[in-house]
T-cell receptor, first 114, second 113 residues
Framework: AAGVIQSPRHLIKEKRETATLKCYPI?????VYWYQQGPGQDPQFLIS???????DKGSIPDRFSAQQFSDYHSELNMSSLELGDSALYFC?????????????FGPGTRLTVT | SQQGEEDPQALSIQEGENATMNCSYK?????LQWYRQNSGRGLVHLIL?????REKHSGRLRVTLDTSKKSSSLLITASRAADTASYFC?????????????FGQGTRLTINP
């Protein structure tokens, strides 16, 4: 069965650079979520989209932005990167309706900021 | 503050023993989910239990939910070395029309051969 695809799997950037992470949800899933997991930390919710509209916002810095496109894939754009942005970034997708969904996670993108 | 908090933070047992991990949360939920994560890898969904359910089984996994105590437990029976991983509970709530998962801190489980 198709799973959530994230690209790239690994990314190395320097401080103050920009990074773009991509997420391709499971076909027919209408909701995409982004999470950030720092070293030794639990995943933290960043932002979610339902039917291409932002549906919820968590602890996402103003330097980050995201969108969901017409084909339901999503991109997380990160500007003015800081060392503290080094983390695993997970994307998850689900079917929002009915309630009681399961979120399916991608393998993550490991971002290293040097 | 975090919705889900897990206990213990780390657990080390011998292969074949049972492992029990607990999770507490603070607000009303629609459901509670358990995830597994191998070091540096993606999160793998294990089991979902709805707020009107009290117990659920899946293979060697048994999950209980006590909404009056706002707590859940994950039991792994007959543990194997391959069960070594971090286990997270995540609570689901609808906030302003949007669903969101909030993760606990995780329990790092080590199964010793």
């Amino acid at each position: 069965a198709a799973g959530v695809i994230q690209s790239p799997r690994h990314l190395i950037k320097e401080k103050r650079e920009t990074a773009t992470l991509k997420c391709y949800p499971i076909p027919r899933h209408d909701t995409v979520y982004w999470y950030q997991q720092g070293p030794g930390q639990d995943p933290q919710f960043l932002i979610s989209f339902y039917e291409k509209m932002q549906s919820d916002k968590g602890s996402i810095p103003d330097r980050f932005s995201a969108q969901q496109f017409s084909d339901y894939h999503s991109e997380l754009n990160m500007s003015s990167l800081e060392l503290g942005d080094s983390a695993l970034y997970f994307c998850a997708s689900s079917l929002l309706r009915p309630l009681g969904y399961e979120q399916y996670f991608g393998p993550g993108t490991r971002l290293t900021v040097t | 503050s975090q919705q889900g908090e897990e206990d213990p933070q780390a657990l080390s047992i011998q292969e074949g023993e049972n492992a029990t991990m607990n999770c507490s949360y603070k607000t009303s939920i629609n459901n509670l989910q358990w995830y597994r994560q191998n070091s540096g890898r993606g999160l793998v969904h294990l089991i979902l239990i709805r707020s009107n359910e009290r117990e659920k089984h899946s293979g060697r996994l048994r999950v209980t939910l006590d909404t009056s105590k706002k707590s859940s437990s994950l039991l792994i029976t007959a543990s194997r070395a391959a069960d070594t991983a971090s286990y997270f509970c995540a609570t689901d709530a609808v906030i302003q029309g949007a669903q969101k998962l909030v993760f606990g801190q995780g329990t790092r489980l080590t199964i010793n051969p």
